[in-house]
């Protein structure tokens, strides 16, 4: 199975506190966020990554090989945005050139550790699963609403509200028969064209068990660069 990370994005939120550096490889204690996240994958099995990049892609060429030497039956392939196609079109992009009946999503400057043998196990003929995760603020974020069967009942839009709540963790799985008719080249958003489709064929989720972050933004950026441990529990792959 394919792991495909979204690490296109300009980054412009972090500019304050990162010069010229891409998101997923803002360093946290000297060690690129991404690689976290790469032995987060590889811990639960993972061997195959697709790495969509756009802004600052020829950064990704010197992280790639550093990572297959630290990890070396990883295999990390790069995808290159020659322009903004939007979390959508990279993913078609990506399918076009290495198709597969499914595809595990991960945008690259968000996590939560959560257990990929259950939701294989437990949705095996489901289109799609969603990773959502609990949060004491969702204000940032809005809301996921869910039926008792653990299916998504609306998404909410943000409110300001800082209360606790369900959210999008932005990890998914699903069949890539959903991209089989989209044209190539279109730039979209996956959370506005696809997720639609998906929430009204049953979208399944499953929830975190791990703590979720976000480098968006400098204060969760710093955040995890003060506890990488409370979001990434295992000892990097490097240390061991």
């Given at each position: 199975?394919?792991a495909l990370?979204l690490?296109g994005?300009?980054?412009?939120?972090l500019?304050s506190?990162?010069?010229?550096?891409?998101?997923?490889?803002?360093?946290?204690?000297d060690?690129p966020?991404?690689s976290?996240?790469?032995n987060?994958?590889?811990s639960q099995?993972?061997?195959e990554?697709?790495?969509?990049v756009?802004y600052?892609?020829?950064?990704?060429?010197?992280?790639?090989?550093?990572?297959?030497?630290?990890?070396?039956?990883?295999?990390?392939?790069l995808?290159?945005e020659?322009?903004?196609?939007?979390?959508g079109?990279a993913i078609k992009h990506c399918?076009?050139q290495?198709?597969d009946d499914?595809?595990?999503?991960?945008?690259g400057?968000?996590?939560?550790d959560f257990c990929?043998e259950?939701?294989l196990?437990n949705n095996?003929t489901?289109i799609?699963t969603?990773?959502?995760?609990n949060?004491p603020?969702?204000?940032?974020y809005?809301e996921v609403?869910?039926?008792?069967?653990?299916?998504?009942?609306a998404?909410?839009?943000?409110?300001?509200l800082?209360?606790?709540?369900w959210?999008n963790a932005?990890?998914?799985y699903?069949s890539?028969?959903v991209?089989?008719n989209?044209p190539v080249?279109?730039?979209?958003?996956?959370?506005?064209?696809?997720?639609p489709?998906?929430?009204?064929?049953?979208?399944?989720?499953?929830?975190?068990?791990?703590?979720f972050i976000?480098?968006?933004?400098?204060?969760?950026y710093?955040?995890?660069?003060?506890?990488?441990d409370?979001?990434?529990?295992?000892?990097?792959a490097?240390e061991?």
């Amino acid at each position: 199975m394919k792991a495909l990370i979204l690490a296109g994005g300009l980054g412009t939120r972090l500019r304050s506190v990162l010069n010229d550096i891409p998101k997923p490889l803002a360093p946290v204690k000297d060690i690129p966020y991404l690689s976290y996240v790469l032995n987060a994958l590889y811990s639960q099995g993972l061997r195959e990554v697709i790495l969509s990049v756009g802004y600052k892609a020829e950064q990704f060429l010197e992280f790639v090989a550093t990572q297959e030497k630290n990890l070396p039956d990883l295999s990390i392939v790069l995808v290159t945005e020659s322009q903004p196609l939007g979390t959508g079109g990279a993913i078609k992009h990506c399918y076009d050139q290495y198709p597969d009946d499914s595809y595990l999503v991960f945008n690259g400057d968000s996590y939560c550790d959560f257990c990929l043998e259950t939701m294989l196990a437990n949705n095996p003929t489901d289109i799609a699963t969603m990773v959502v995760a609990n949060v004491p603020d969702i204000s940032r974020y809005g809301e996921v609403s869910l039926f008792e069967n653990g299916k998504v009942k609306a998404f909410h839009e943000k409110k300001g509200l800082a209360q606790e709540g369900w959210i999008n963790a932005g990890i998914y799985y699903f069949s890539t028969d959903v991209f089989k008719n989209i044209p190539v080249g279109e730039s979209f958003s996956f959370e506005h064209k696809i997720i639609p489709q998906l929430l009204n064929a049953g979208l399944h989720t499953l929830k975190a068990r791990g703590n979720f972050i976000d480098i968006g933004i400098p204060d969760d950026y710093q955040a995890m660069c003060d506890k990488p441990d409370k979001y990434f529990a295992l000892t990097p792959a490097w240390e061991q």
